[in-house]
């Protein structure tokens, strides 16, 4: 009997972990963050998209922390995103959270955000892109129109602060 109490409260307590995969909310924050997703990161220093994709014409990566706006992100589970210069632009960095180890919200879109990790340039082969357009709910037309692999600038981030919603 011992034993089954104590294995009930191991089982409890390994259970009682923090899901990474789950956001921290705050109460607006000084620096305007509402929440996080992933780790808890500064928003401070960070660099704007454009001046990220500037920096990767010269570089093959660099660790930084970015400042954009959601622009898409995927509709099945939240696994990845886009991160844009301005609200209204579809063009910026393709974001995936390190080791799969969180997800942001389907509805993200149009918010503010700061990622801290590593922006990069990557060869996205065609079925890639294809699984990308099919998660972003596109068209069978549009996604048979995918046949050649593209260059894209990606981000992985370890963290992402939510500015504005």
Known sequence: MKYFAFGFAILFWTSCK?????????????NGVTAYYGDTIQT?????????LEALKTKDSILTKVTGYVTGVCQVKGCWMVLSQTPDDSTGLFVKFKDYGFFVPKDLSGSKITLDGKAFKQITPVDELKHYAEDEGKSA????????PTE???????GVAVLKK
Do not use: C
Not at 18 to 30: G, I, P, R, Y
Not at 141 to 148: S, V
């Open 18 to 30: 923090t899901d990474k995969k789950m956001e921290t909310v705050v109460a607006e924050s000084s």
């Open 44 to 52: 401070e220093g960070s660099i704007s998209v454009n001046e990220a």
């Open 141 to 148: 037309e549009e996604i048979a129109k995918i046949t050649q």
């Open 152 to 158: 894209e600038m990606k981000f992985l981030a370890h």
